[in-house]
């Protein structure tokens, strides 16, 4: 069945980095778009980044622009977030999201940037 499994979300202090991960099974990942989307208590999910199918378009939420990086590697059926200079207004529960022939979105991963 179809599977996306986020990883990599933990507690960091503001100014850290963390680098989130989203193994997908169960379809084609390499006709699929990949998004990033978040969560964060009492607010709507909201778009964070996407990347293409080939790899070869990003794009990203005006407040992640030069301190979020999305990836992809199609060998290993996998996106990834790198995430620096978080911000305590980056906590929230982030989602991977693949856009295809069909949707399909994973469980979260809960990222908290506090000191």
């Known amino acids: 069945q179809v599977q996306l499994v986020e990883s990599g979300g933990g507690l960091v202090q503001p100014g850290g980095s963390l680098r989130l991960s989203c193994e997908a099974s169960?379809?084609?990942?390499?006709?699929?778009?990949m998004y990033w989307y978040r969560q964060a208590p009492g607010k709507e999910r909201e778009f964070v980044a996407v990347i293409r199918s080939t790899g070869n378009k990003k794009n990203y939420a005006d407040s992640v622009k030069a301190r979020f990086t999305i990836s992809r590697d199609n060998a290993k059926n996998t996106a990834y977030l790198q995430m620096n200079s978080l911000k305590p207004e980056d906590t929230a529960m982030y989602y991977c999201h693949a856009r295809g022939g069909s949707n399909y979105w994973g469980q979260g991963t809960q990222v908290t940037v506090s000191s």
């Open positions: 169960g379809f084609t990942f390499s006709s699929y778009s």
